[in-house]
Nanobody, 114 residues
């Protein structure tokens, strides 16, 4: 199973970005999908998770600003990020759960300038 994340880049504070992560490989059914953020020198933290039934969980920093969505037919998860702040800078990793296993993407860099 491979995850390909894209959509990162450099943006000014207050701007928006949309991240995408497509899963490929021997996947029968993806359960949950999520995004994590790792700021420089800090631990990886949950940004958002979307469960197989459609319910959502957001980290505190993401609430009200970010929206997670998925396209099941494409095994793809999205993260729409708005009102970006310099603290949002870092690497964003996607993660999927398939059965009892979970997989991480390679990460996409987001840099928010003040």
């Amino acid at each position: 199973v491979q995850l390909q994340a894209s959509g990162g880049g450099l943006v000014q504070a207050g701007g928006s970005l949309r991240l995408s992560c497509a899963a490929s490989g021997p996947i029968f059914s993806v359960n949950d999908m999520g995004w994590y953020h790792q700021a420089p020198g800090r631990q990886r933290e949950l940004v958002a998770r979307i469960y197989s039934g459609g319910s959502l969980t957001y980290g505190e920093a993401a609430k009200g600003r970010f929206t997670i969505a998925r396209a099941n037919a494409k095994n793809t998860v999205y993260l729409q990020m708005s009102s970006l702040k310099p603290d949002d800078t870092g690497v964003y990793y996607c993660r999927i759960w398939v059965g009892s296993a979970n997989y991480w993407g390679q990460g996409t860099q987001v840099t928010v300038s003040s």
